[in-house]
Structure formats: structure tokens, C-alpha cells
Nanobody, 117 residues
Framework: QVKVVESGGGLVQPGGSLRLSCAAS????????MGWHRQAPGKQRELVAN???????NYADFVKDRFTISRDNNKNTVYLQMNSLKPEDSAVYYC???????????WGQGTQVTVSS
């Protein structure tokens, strides 16, 4: 059983910063990567950024140069540093870990990010 827990969401003013954390625990085998997705009301869930087991990263165009994903392998934790936040970044942010044989995606419960003045 793999458990994924996000933290760090909240209310921030436009132009501000937040750091999200995601910790994975349990029996994790064949780790492929971890990533962040987000879902705003009335919209589909979309990829924000991910980091693969080898360390390579991938970002959605709308967060490039503003968000940074990083990983602490020892703690099975991934972070999302979000800078220059915009109101359109408001959403529930979900962490996902891809692992296992067969491959499976484990999701966290999500953390709310609200960017508003």
C-alpha cells in the first residue's frame, strides 16, 4: 500500500510564492517518477510538472520559469516551489507517484492553492 500526502497549500496574493510538499510512504517498488497536477473548478486535471527517477524534469508551458519541481530521494518527497503566482494558478494541486509492477499511479488527496488579493 502506497500513501501519498500533500501539504503546503493556502491563500497567497498575486505575485507571491508557495511551496508544496508531497511525501510518499509504504511499499514503493519500481519507482518511475513523481509529479504535480492541478484541477480548477469546471476544468480538467492538468499536468503541472513531473520529475522522473533519473532526475529529468518536465513542466507545463504555463508554469515554466515560475515553478520548480525538486525531489528528496531519501525521504521519497517531492516539492513544488511556486513563484510569481497568478490568480489563474488557483486550483487543487494533486501529487502523483508512478511506481510498481505493473505500473500504477498513486494519487494524494490534493491541497488547495488560492491566489487572490
Amino acid at each position: 500500500q502506497v500513501k501519498v500526502v500533500e501539504s503546503g497549500g493556502g491563500l497567497v496574493q498575486p505575485g507571491g510564492s508557495l511551496r508544496l510538499s508531497c511525501a510518499a510512504s509504504g511499499s514503493i517498488s519500481s519507482f518511475y517518477g513523481m509529479g504535480w497536477h492541478r484541477q480548477a473548478p469546471g476544468k480538467q486535471r492538468e499536468l503541472v510538472a513531473n520529475i522522473r527517477s533519473g532526475g529529468s524534469t518536465n513542466y507545463a508551458d504555463f508554469v515554466k520559469d515560475r515553478f520548480t519541481i525538486s525531489r528528496d530521494n531519501n525521504k521519497n518527497t517531492v516539492y513544488l516551489q511556486m513563484n510569481s503566482l497568478k490568480p489563474e494558478d488557483s486550483a487543487v494541486y494533486y501529487c502523483a507517484i508512478v511506481a510498481g509492477t505493473p505500473v500504477y499511479t498513486y494519487w494524494g488527496q490534493g491541497t488547495q492553492v488560492t491566489v487572490s488579493s
